[in-house]
């Protein structure tokens, strides 16, 4: 199965549109349009009867010490962990294209409580949630898709995969708010096929991506 994008090439620069935070000309960020980036696919096998998306960062830092704190570096070599971004269950096998900026076209403080997505579906937690924790002016649940925003002074160039699956389920029947650990247990066995990009993506002016 073959995932492809307008919004990004494979292995390309996701667009600062996409962003949860794009680079400021003072400062270091502000925040980004945050909207979804355009994603086809096709290739599915035949008994395909649902979708499952996810987005995740697999380079987070593993430890806060020196993320977005002047005159530190956040080492390349550093542990690194992930960061989920965006989970969606239950697209109809009949759906092989989500448009850019129908989930999601803006940053919502305190996160979006009824994304947008295609018809039928329900869409997970991302992992805002827990990094705006005890931030008065953020802080919340943060369901659907919400872009990225690796530290600006991180060494490391941050890579995005996204991952469509076909499932032999109709539906997965995770509510509102499923956590990433509660969808892969659920398709564990039930994936058909899959198809994944991998995007980058960068806030540090000292790296320069294409």
């Known amino acids: 199965m ?19 935070a794009v680079q400021a000309p003072f400062g270091h960020v502000r925040l980004g349009h945050n ?11 035949a008994t395909t009867r649902s979708f499952a998306l996810t987005m995740i960062d697999g380079d987070a830092p593993t430890r806060p010490d020196d993320v977005n704190r002047e005159g530190r570096v956040v080492p390349a070599a550093l542990p690194r962990a992930e960061f989920v971004h ?22 919502t403080a305190h996160g979006k409580a009824q994304p947008r997505g295609p018809e039928g579906t329900v869409q997970g937690v991302n992992d805002y949630s827990g ?4 931030d008065a002016a953020m802080e919340g649940t943060y369901l659907g898709y919400d ?10 160039t941050h890579r995005y995969r996204f991952e469509v699956l076909a499932l032999d389920l109709d539906s997965c029947g995770l ?36």
């Not at 355009?38 to 096998?45: D, E, N, V």
């Not at 990225?148 to 490391?156: G, M, R, T």
Request: contains cysteine; aromatic residues 8%; glycine residues 10%.
């Open 2 to 20: 073959k995932l492809s994008s307008r919004s990004l090439t494979s292995s390309g620069r996701i667009a600062g549109r996409c962003a949860f």
């Open 35 to 45: 909207r979804n980036p355009h994603l086809a696919w096709a290739g599915a096998p």
């Open 86 to 107: 965006w989970l969606l269950a239950d697209m109809p096998a009949a759906v092989t294209e989500i448009a850019e900026g129908s989930c999601c076209d803006c940053v």
């Open 131 to 134: 990094w705006f924790k005890g």
């Open 147 to 156: 872009g990225p925003c690796p530290p600006w002074n991180d060494a490391l």
């Open 175 to 210: 509510k509102s708010g499923f956590s990433v650990s509660e969808l892969r247990q659920v398709v564990d066995g039930h994936v058909l096929a899959r198809g994944s990009l991998v995007g980058r993506y960068s806030l540090n002016p000292a790296i320069q991506l294409r």
